[in-house]
């Protein structure tokens, strides 16, 4: 059974404070990695998809690395406006159309 | 371009009523059709997946029930609500192959 843990839950950064989320995953054969946002009473929202292990995204102050255990999404510079949910999710090749999430981690920017 | 149409936004029902959420998908056609309810405190739970008109598989064993009358028609249902059943349920479409979800707006359910 595929297994997405996200860590830390919670996490409070002043603006200007650069930190990494981290999104640690097991699956039989990962046929994608995905970090959405979900800001509160709304749907996901797609970021980045890796594929495989040394891949690397990028979005304004987002970067989303990939390994073969685990993915980080990085935030350089975070602005109050960065403030939501971030969620990591995979699809493995025991599916072809299912994606196991991660329960998120709730990212606080204080002005 | 493709957009996502679920509805209603929120919805409080009684106890042992019946629910029906629609979620419909403009701009594609034969796409993966999904729904998802997302609890407090806990991540995303596949409820229902559909790869074409009337073909659903369900994830979960559960007080609900779901329909694919049309190629880009989702429906949601249940015949007796469970205060259990409470929570945001999330409409996703796909397209076939590799790639991730596009995610509707959701609906905040509250059983009483």
Redesign the interface.
Known sequence: EDQ?TQSPEALRLQEGESSSLNCSYTVSGL??L?W?RQDP??????LF?L?SAGEEKEKERLKATLTKKESFLHITAPKPEDSATY?C?V?SGGSN????????TLLTVNP | SQTIH?WPATLVQPVGSPLSLECTVEGTSNP?L?WYRQAA????Q?LF?S?GIGQISS?VPQNLSASRPQDRQFILSSKKLLLSDSGFY?C?W?VKG?????????T?LTVV
């Open positions: 997405v046929r994608g995905f959405y009473g709304k749907g996901p929202e797609f998809t594929y969620l999710a699809r159309y299912k994606l196991t999430f991660g329960k998120g | 679920q993966n999904y405190g806990r991540g995303l596949l997946y790869v994830e999330l996703a796909s590799p790639g991730g979800y596009t995610f509707g707006s959701g905040r």
